[in-house]
């Protein structure tokens, strides 16, 4: 069965870091684009950070220069790094990724499950 299982959530003081990984398992052949989303209760879900197949990221403004996305295509794994934490970060995150699922470049979306990140003040 092929999924995306995300990891690193939790609860931190403001200004503090976490670092939330998503790792692809099943019978895929590589990661093509990802991107890691967040959902605040009572808002919708925000695209925060993308990084294309040749590792080029981009970030929503509210967490340039704090959040880091990256990637080890040998471990089939994407990771947000989150640093200098502020509470309006506080949200469900979600890992979301175009994985490669059959040779000649067959690719689908996948949806991780989502973990629970908490700044306190």
């Known amino acids: 069965q092929v999924q995306l299982v995300e990891s690193g959530g939790g609860l931190v003081q403001a200004g503090g870091s976490l670092r939330l990984s998503c790792a692809a398992s099943?019978?895929?052949?590589?990661?093509?684009?990802a991107g890691w989303y967040r959902q605040a209760p009572g808002k919708q879900r925000e695209l925060v950070a993308h990084?294309?197949?040749?590792?080029?990221?981009n970030y929503v403004d509210s967490v340039k220069g704090r959040f880091t996305i990256s990637r080890d295509n040998a471990k089939n794994t994407v990771y947000l790094q989150m640093n200098s934490l502020k509470p309006e970060d506080t949200a469900v995150y979600y890992c979301?990724?175009?994985?490669?699922?059959?040779?000649?470049?067959?690719?689908?979306?996948?949806w991780g499950q989502g973990t629970q990140v908490t700044v306190s003040s």
């Open positions: 990084i294309s197949r040749d590792g080029i990221s």
């Open positions: 979301n990724a175009d994985l490669q699922i059959g040779p000649l470049g067959k690719a689908d979306n996948y």
């Open positions: 099943g019978r895929i052949f590589g990661i093509n684009a």
